[in-house]
């Protein structure tokens, strides 16, 4: 079974940081396509960032100069850097693997970040 369990998420004034942690089982975390994506109240799911098999990093216009996304394949881990802590930041933050031989997309169930002003 494949499971994704974030952690990290939590209350947080402007301008400050917060770092997410993904941990991953039940797959062959090397071969798995990474990302963050995050949901506010009455919107739909957006990508935040994602990091490839080998590396390479893609983010989303709102995020650019202020988050960054890295992995650890010996702890099956990855992670969201948040600097620079915005209200329109404040959302449900998801992990998503997917496993590239496959194809198949897994998701973890959110951790919650506020950034009150």
């Known amino acids: 079974q494949v499971q994704l369990v974030e952690s990290g998420g939590g209350l947080v004034q402007p301008g400050g940081s917060l770092r997410l942690s993904c941990a991953a089982s039940g797959i062959i975390f090397s071969l798995a396509a990474m990302g963050w994506y995050r949901q506010a109240p009455g919107k739909q799911r957006e990508l935040v960032a994602t990091?490839?098999?080998?590396?390479?990093?893609n983010f989303a216009d709102s995020v650019k100069g202020r988050f960054t996304i890295s992995r650890d394949n010996a702890k099956k881990t990855v992670y969201l850097q948040m600097n620079s802590l915005k209200p329109e930041d404040t959302a449900v933050y998801y992990c998503?693997?997917?496993?590239?031989?496959?194809?198949?997309?897994?998701w973890g169930q959110g951790t919650q970040v506020t950034v009150s002003s």
């Open positions: 990091i490839s098999n080998g590396g390479s990093t």
């Open positions: 998503k693997a997917r496993r590239l031989v496959s194809g198949d997309d897994h």
